[in-house]
Structures are given as C-alpha cells and as structure tokens.
C-alpha cells in the first residue's frame, strides 16, 4: 500500500500549457517536501511546506500544503521544455516517505 | 561545497555475484540514507544512519544486503549474492541534523545504476 499517491503519474504536455500534480495521503505529515529529478541524476529539492493551508511559489511553480496537512499539490504555470523530469513528493513523518512520482515532458 | 559523491556510477554484474556501492556525504552531514529507485518510481528507503548507527534498517533485506559506515563519515553498501530483481538505482543521500523529530532537506547523490544479468 503506497502511503502517498500521486496523480497522474505519467504527463506529456505542450510548451505553454499549465498543469497540476497531486500528492494524497489518509496520513498527517509534519512538513512536505517537492523534488524535482532529472535523468542520471538524485532528486533535489525545491520547496518544503509546513503549515496547513500553505502556498508557497518559486517562479512559475506554486506549492500548496492541505489545510489538514495530508495532501499537497504543485501547479507549472506556462511549461517549459526545462521543466522536463520526475517530480516527488516526500511526507515527513519522522522520517521522510516518497510517492511514486509524476513523469512530465514538456514538449516544444 | 562537494556534494554527495557515490560510486560506481554504473555497475553491470551476473546473478549471484557480490557487488558494493561507496558513498561520501557532505561535510558535517551526520545523517545517511540508503535509498533504493527503481525505474520512474520513488526511492525507497533501505537504511538510515545518525553518525555511525543504523537507526532505521527496518526495509533493508538483510538477508542479503548490509551497509556499514565506519567512523560516521563514509558508508559502504552490500549486496550479496545478487538477484536479478536487484537491478535498480542505489541513492545515497545526506542531511544535517535539524532536531524536534524533522526532516531536513535531502542531498542526494547521482546514484549507482546496479544491472543483474
């Protein structure tokens, strides 16, 4: 049983299209982190939230933490082909547990 | 600053061979983490270290599999004997201690790309 799902898991969209990733657990977690993974190489991360109802933004990214903290979702506004890659969220619960990930392509 | 270096990068081996993963976590980093990825998945955790102690082994097949990491610093991962299902991505990864229970932030290496013919 995966204890954070994410949806979709697979994405291919056009260059300047928007787009959603979803991360749901039935569990609290204490914070939520995003990576973001390219081919050949490790995840890193790109935003941490903390507190329920959170919304955090890094450029053309937004970040929302759930008001009951158990689910997270990521919003690209206009995509870019660099956007391409794996991104993964992580729930903290003491220790940090992965989703499965979402597979974007962007595509020029 | 030198990030997490792990070797071998890519590493080909027939079943029921031994084979070992190296791992260098940042400097002053007391927490390591052996992950395991599998192709377009999540990583998974196989062990997790505070300095020299494994305080979290519980998803590590220790039938097979054992990791060390003599003197808090550098971290050696083992498995053996190698079974076809083994074949995935070995993540290393490295965070400083933040305290309260809390994860911080993951440095992760590039991995190890282990095939099992």
């Known amino acids: 049983t995966q204890l954070l799902e994410q949806s979709p898991q697979f994405l291919s969209i056009q260059e300047g299209e928007n787009l959603t990733v979803y991360c749901n657990s039935s569990?609290?977690?204490?914070?939520l982190q995003w990576y973001r993974q390219e081919p050949g190489e490790g995840p890193v991360l790109l935003v941490t939230?903390?507190?329920?109802?959170e919304v955090k933004k890094l450029k053309r990214l937004t970040f929302q933490f759930g008001d009951a903290r158990k689910d997270s979702s990521l919003h690209i506004t206009a995509a870019q082909p660099g956007d391409t890659g794996l991104y993964l969220c992580?729930?903290?619960?003491?220790?940090?547990?992965f989703g499965q990930g979402t597979e974007l392509s962007v595509k020029p | 600053e030198a990030g997490v270096v792990q070797s071998p990068r890519y590493k080909i081996i027939e079943k029921k061979q031994p084979v070992a993963f190296w791992c260098n976590p940042i400097?002053?980093?007391?927490?390591l983490y052996w992950y395991l990825q599998n192709l377009g998945q999540g990583p998974e955790l196989l062990i997790r270290?505070?300095?020299?102690?494994?305080?979290?082994d519980s998803q590590l097949p220790k039938d097979r599999f054992s990791a060390e990491r003599l003197k808090g610093v550098d971290s050696t991962l083992k498995i053996q004997p190698a079974e076809l299902g083994d074949s995935a991505v070995y993540l290393c990864?490295?965070?400083?201690?933040?305290?309260?229970?809390?994860?911080?932030?993951?440095?992760f290496g590039e991995g190890s790309r282990l095939t099992v013919l």
């Open positions: 990864a490295s965070s400083s201690s933040r305290g309260g229970g809390s994860t911080g932030e993951l440095f």
């Open positions: 569990s609290v977690f204490s914070s």
């Open positions: 939230v903390v507190t329920g109802g």
């Open positions: 992580a729930g903290d619960r003491g220790k940090l547990i």
């Open positions: 400097s002053g980093h007391n927490t």
């Open positions: 270290y505070e300095n020299e102690e494994a305080v979290d």
